[in-house]
Nanobody, 124 residues
Framework: QVRLVESGGGFVQAGDSLRLTCVASELGNYAVAWFRQAPGKEREFVSA????????MYADSVKGRFTISRDNGKNTVYLQMNSLEPADTALYYCAAERSYGTRWLRDPGEYAHWGQGTQVTVSS
């Protein structure tokens, strides 16, 4: 059972940047992803990094603004978020799954391990 702890959320103005951090008890054998959930909405995919390849994916809404990266040596995943918008306001979750491949990375139902989330609030 991998443990995930997110940090780095906060209250910012539109146009600002934040970097979210997810520290895992182990990371090298897992695909990792960020999801978010706004009040009254379903959890949605933000970004993912595959287990054994350099493949990364992004939701269209964040492409060009957010960057996912992983440091397996530090068991840490980052989500650099630039040009934040009020629509980015949500609770952001880190998720991990041991499976290989990429076709399933956008589906939250495929991930067995989740952190508790970190809140990001962007004011206009």
């Amino acid at each position: 059972q991998v443990r995930l702890v997110e940090s780095g959320g906060g209250f910012v103005q539109a146009g600002d940047s934040l970097r979210l951090t997810c520290v895992a008890s182990e990371l090298g054998n897992y695909a990792v992803a960020w999801f978010r959930q706004a009040p009254g909405k379903e959890r949605e995919f933000v970004s993912a990094a595959a287990r054994s390849s350099a493949t990364t994916m992004y939701a269209d809404s964040v492409k060009g603004r957010f960057t996912i990266s992983r440091d397996n040596g530090k068991n840490t995943v980052y989500l650099q978020m630039n040009s934040l918008e009020p629509a980015d306001t949500a609770l952001y979750y880190c998720a991990a799954e041991r499976s290989y491949g990429t076709r399933w990375l956008r589906d939250p139902g495929e991930y067995a391990h989740w952190g508790q989330g970190t809140q990001v609030t962007v004011s206009s």
